[in-house]
Structure formats: C-alpha cells, structure tokens
C-alpha cells in the first residue's frame, strides 16, 4: 500500500502545473542559454530587411511628403497607421529609411569586413611565421595605426575629398583590419611550433604553402570570433560617421544620418532620432552576443565549464 500512494503521490506531483510550468520555463532558459536565440532573430530581421526592402515597405526613403510632414508614431495621438513610426520633417517614412539603413549599414560593414580580414589575416600571418625585422616593421605599423585618431583623419578627408559612400568604405576598411592582424599574429606565433608544420618545413613546403594550408585552418575559429564582435563595432563606427556628417552623405538612408537630422527635434518629435538609434544599439548588441557564443562555443576550456 506504501509503494502504490508514492506512485500516486508522484504522478500527481508530476502533473501539477506548477511544476509543468516551472520545467517548461526552466527548459527555454535552457535553450537561450545554450543557443544564440535572441541575436538569431535580430540578425535575421536585419537580413531580412536588407535584401527585401522593397517588399516590406511601399514608402520611397528618399522622397519628401511635406504634407505627411512629423507624424507620430501610431499609437500616438495624431498618428496614422499609414506610417507605423511616424514622419520625419520631410513627410519621410521613418519604418522605411530604418528598413533601407540596414541595407546601407550591411553592404558598408561586409565590405569593409571583407577587405579588412582578409588583409588583417595576411599581415599577421607572415609577421607571426616569419619574425624577426619583418614581425617587429608590421606590429609597429599595427601601433600606428591604434595611435592615429580615427575621427580626425576621417574629418580631414571629407574636408579634402568630399562625402560619399566610397569614401566611407575605404576609411573604415584602413582603421579595421589592424586587431585581426593583431590576433591572428599571436595565434600564428602558438600554431608555428606544432609538429605538423615542422613536419611540412621539412618536407620542402614552401612558406605560402604553409601559411595557407596549414596555418589559416588553426586561425578559422578565432577569425569567425573576431569579425563577428568587428561587425557590431563597424556598424557603430559607420553611424557615428554618419551622424557628425562625414559619412553617408544625405538623401541616402543611413541610421547615423537619421539621428541627426531628429537631434534638433529631440523635445517634440522624438520619434525622428529614437528608432534609428534603437536599430543601432539592437543590431550592435546582437552582434557582440554572438561573437561571444561563437567564442564560448570554439574555446574547450570554456566548453569543459557547461
């Protein structure tokens, strides 16, 4: 009789929804925890809108409708559910220039990321493999270019060459790949002394050989945590750009462009600066989350602590 009211006992403990419901919490806790969820859905949105901007909005973000002129938001009073978001001075669609930005701010930070990393990985490969004069010439530039204030130099040359979207990118990619090179180095300076690539020097293996394919596989899972926690930083860089108006030149839909034109308006049409300033800090935050799932996931000392 004891062992069948313990059963009962613990099929009703069981079915209580209580703890069905705590188990289930418990559970999707679980899976945010062992997977990037939150940053995958963002990512996602932002992708989404980049490359299918067109069908998402009916709005042109570059055409003025002085009639629809600062709208608010929806659930405002005064808002219209014809413009989600609201209107800028202009009678722009704020939902559409935040959906054509992230097209803007995306294109921008893969190109840049592109060259970057790519020139970044070289650089810090033949000065982590080779050494010497050669490794000592490299990092030194690496320094200079930590040294050089960024905003100066990118104040300067709008200034010289004026704004535009080239310009954007060529500053950006010449600030961008000094920490891969950095990092790829020091990993370099560990992968060398394998025996697999003493293995291969004596072999005859010419050094591009080496480098290529037997050095550059070891430093794929570092470089994926690099340029992913890079692209956050990127975009930011390219809205602060932007906003101090040595970036993306206006009409084009940039977030950093949006937030200045709403600064002055800040007190009465909040809507115009808020919602591109939310895209930013949301698209930033999903990067560096998954940077940092990318580098708990690739690191065995951090996987071992699970």
Known sequence: MNEISSTANARVATDDPVDAGTSIWQTLYRIIRTWPLVPAVLISMLLTAAFFAEILTPYDPEKDDLIARNIPPMWQEGGSSEHLLGTDPLGRDILARIIYGARTSLL???????????????????????????????????????????????LVAVIVYGQSFELVIILLTIFSWNGVARQARAETLSLKTRDYVSAARVAGASIWRILWKHLTP????TIIVVTTLHLGSLILTEASLSFLGVGIPPPTPAWGVMVAEGRNYIYTEWWISFFPGLAIMLTVLAFNFLGDWFRDRFDPRLRQLD
């Open 108 to 154: 921008i930070a893969t190109i840049v990321l592109t060259m970057g990393t790519a020139f970044g990985l070289i650089v810090g490969l033949i000065a982590g493999y080779v050494g010497g004069t050669v490794d000592e010439v490299l990092m030194r530039v690496v320094d200079f270019t930590f040294a050089v204030p960024f905003i100066l130099v990118a």
């Open 218 to 221: 070891g430093l794929i899972n």
